[in-house]
């Protein structure tokens, strides 16, 4: 994804209300082994653009008055109330050093899982992202998990995921659970009453 921002050389608390006042938005570039360059970004492009999953989880082209970047999205403020985003914090990416970053995790074929058509179970997602360290060129947009073969009482966990070739999974503690199979306790006792 591409994204087109401008230096800029005021800063401080006035010099950012006026460019919110103007529709734009302050940010920040830093990492890498050059200094840190406050820029501007379009407000109405940038919004629109942290709406996108892709946005959250992918090397961004960054091109600042011509010259272009490859960055990850870091950070956002956003308004308590209004539709405003007040900051944004981009980090350089170099293509040979590993990145840790927070993927979203995409669970498919729940609908086909033993556990919801056999059982009546309800399958819980214990987590939505997943930390991963790998290349910038091998980084994925999300990460899949396989409800197919869930049954009634099991769970999933980061060691079952099946991960792209060169990321890994960065578990703080044990095999962490990402989702499992609950049969509703209303169910269970319907079923009792029925023998």
Known sequence: MKVIAFARKEQGTGAS?????????????????????????????????????????SILDLEV?????????????????????????FQRVDPNQKIHVKVPLHFIN????????????????????LDISCLPAELPEFVE???????????IHVSQLTLPKGVTAVVHGGDATVA???IPAGATSAEAEAK
């Open 145 to 155: 998990v396989d409800l197919s073969k869930l049954e009634a009482g099991q769970s």
């Open 180 to 182: 499992i199979a609950v």
């Open 65 to 89: 008055d011509g010259k272009s970047e490859k960055v990850l999205l870091r950070d956002f403020q956003v308004h308590a109330y209004k539709q405003l985003v007040l900051h944004a914090d």
């Open 17 to 57: 209300r006026r460019l919110r006042n103007a529709g734009q938005t302050p940010g920040i570039i830093y990492g890498g082994t050059e200094a840190p360059v406050a820029i501007t970004l379009d407000h109405n492009a940038l919004y629109h653009a942290l709406k996108k999953e892709a946005f959250h989880s």
């Open 110 to 129: 729940a609908d086909v899982s033993p556990a919801v058509k056999l059982s009546a179970a309800v399958i819980s997602h214990v987590a939505v992202e």
